[in-house]
């Protein structure tokens, strides 16, 4: 069972990208969560707390059943188990960091306890979810946690959205900045304060992540790397092995989730030094 929903409330447009809940039984033990920008909330609803893997055989670490994890420079190695009955929110790039006070470098190639950040309502959050059976109902009682715990940065949303879109329309740093009047400083502080990582990084994992859909439908390779502003082939190959840890040629991403994939590589992932 897979469900997923926008919110209703206006005051999350921008900030949540999508509600969800997800059941299941995959026949793998272990996979991949690519390298990304988005943030999100989880709730384990199967068990009682959430594991990142060093490798099959040691825990990096675990937290509670409801958590945050932020952007990802590097993959994560995660077991299955956590996808036997989980729901959870994608983020909007700087939206984890719009209901909660804590910069959102914390989050970055990590996860932290719900309860970290809002106390024994996380917790009671996952209480009600237990007790709701209904996906729609369940999607309904975390957008009403989300719209109570909202900070309202109105202005500095509109500046990170009106950025971010500079960014992906090609606008340079060098030009953002003009046009915004941020010195350096100022736009490095405010990506690590609401997104975790310095405006360059984020481009690069971004660009990163915006090849995994056209890989998992078989796009050439060629036309990856030319779409999505890499010199050559060879460049887009060097990037896509330095967040994924493998070649294009050797991913695998699982069946209608490109962002996961299997483990392919017995290589040990560790937190990257980009930020």
């Known amino acids: 069972m897979n469900y997923s929903t926008t919110p209703r409330s206006q005051k999350l447009t921008g900030l949540v990208q999508s509600i969800w809940c997800y059941q299941a039984e995959p026949a793998h033990e272990f996979e991949h969560v690519q390298a990304g920008v988005n943030s999100q909330l989880l709730v384990n609803l ?50 984890l960091s719009a209901f909660c006070n804590a910069s959102a470098s914390l989050f970055t190639d990590s996860i932290v306890d719900a309860t970290e950040l809002w106390g024994q309502r996380a917790t009671g959050l996952r209480d009600s979810l237990v007790r709701e059976a209904d996906p729609v109902e369940r999607c309904r009682l975390i957008e009403y946690f989300l719209v109570e715990h909202l900070i309202c940065r109105d202005d500095e949303n509109r500046l990170l959205e009106h950025i971010l879109c500079s960014m992906q329309s090609g606008v340079t740093i060098s030009a ?68 994924s840890g493998n070649a ?17 590589s017995d290589k040990l992932f560790k937190t990257s030094n980009l930020r």
């Open 248 to 264: 294009p040629t050797h991913h695998q991403p699982l069946t209608n989730e490109c962002h996961h994939a299997h483990v392919t």
């Open 46 to 95: 199967h068990e009682h707390e959430l594991r990142h893997w060093t490798d099959p055989h040691r825990v990096l670490r675990t937290t509670g059943p409801v958590a945050a994890q932020g952007l990802l420079t590097t993959p994560l190695l995660i077991d299955t188990k956590q996808k036997r009955n989980v729901c959870g929110v994608a983020f909007s790039s700087y939206g």
């Open 176 to 243: 953002i900045r003009r046009k915004t009047g941020l010195s350096q400083r100022a736009l490095h502080n405010l990506f690590e304060r609401r997104i975790g990582v310095r405006p360059k990084i984020f481009a690069r994992v971004d660009r990163f992540n915006s090849t995994l859909g056209p890989l998992s439908d078989d796009v050439p390779l060629t036309e990856i790397a030319l779409s999505n502003g890499f010199s050559d082939q060879p460049h887009f190959t060097r990037e896509f092995r330095h967040f």
